[in-house]
């Protein structure tokens, strides 16, 4: 079955590391989003990209960073500028940008710092 | 600028009806609703597109009206199955999906 594969499921970062978090897609998606979402919110726009080789920044975009070499896969790093990034992140893709159809999420990465 | 959502909360019995609300500052394109449980990923239910138009299924159903930039999820003979945090995500031409606060709809048997 088609589906966006995030992983790990659980992370524990250190103060000062980078970290990355993975995001696969079998879909054939074009846009793929980098969503990040804290308890009692709403999702907040991080990254997106709506063709490979080209991102943008979202609401959120500092302290973060993105690439997308091949249509499946849209990784995202939390890096040491990110000062407050324990949350819930979200990777989310769309056949068309989502003029027309919803956002298909993977299962989340819970990120901790410790 | 993110769309308003109301209630924030609402509880029911097995059977009931409700109605959430979003409402958005700014000329919309299209409306997205989400239900997401706890830990879980958001689940796409429908897209209402600018036109005015009304979508459902089953006992699930909303409304886009374009002129007031708002849009309602109305769940009716709610199920336990129901229970969940629901989100509206807004689009303008302009700007990528925006999503609300969300709603927490919690169903008692």
């Known amino acids: 079955d088609g589906g966006i594969t995030q992983s790990p499921k659980y992370l524990f970062r250190k103060e000062g590391q980078n970290v990355t978090l993975s995001c696969e897609q079998n879909?054939?998606?074009?846009?793929m989003y980098w969503y990040r979402q804290d308890p009692g919110q709403g999702l907040r726009l991080i990254y997106y990209?709506?063709?490979?080789?080209?991102?943008q920044k979202g609401d959120i975009a500092e302290g973060y960073s993105v690439s997308r070499e091949k249509k499946e896969s849209f990784p995202l790093t939390v890096t040491s500028a990110q000062k407050n990034p324990t949350a819930f992140y979200l990777c989310?893709?769309?056949?068309?940008?989502?003029?027309?159809?919803?956002?298909?999420f993977g299962s989340g990465t819970r990120l901790t710092v410790v | 600028q993110q769309p308003v959502q109301s209630p924030q909360a609402v509880i029911l019995r097995e059977g009931e009806d409700a109605v959430i609300n979003c409402s958005s500052s700014?000329?919309?394109?299209?409306v997205h609703w989400y239900r997401q449980k706890h830990g879980e990923a958001p689940v796409f239910l429908m897209i209402?597109?600018?036109?005015?138009e009304q979508k459902g299924h089953e006992k699930i159903s909303a409304s886009f009206n374009e002129k007031k930039q708002q849009s309602s999820l109305y769940l009716t003979a709610s199920q336990l199955s129901y229970s969940g945090t629901y989100f509206c995500?807004?689009?303008?031409?302009?700007?990528?999906?925006?999503f609300g606060s969300g709603t927490q709809l919690t169903v008692l048997p």
């Open positions: 700014k000329a919309l394109y299209s």
């Open positions: 995500g807004t689009r303008t031409l302009a700007r990528q999906l925006t």
């Open positions: 879909l054939n998606h074009d846009a």
């Open positions: 989310a893709s769309t056949l068309d940008g989502d003029r027309i159809y919803g956002y298909t």
């Open positions: 990209s709506q063709i490979v080789n080209d991102f």
């Open positions: 209402l597109l600018k036109g005015g």
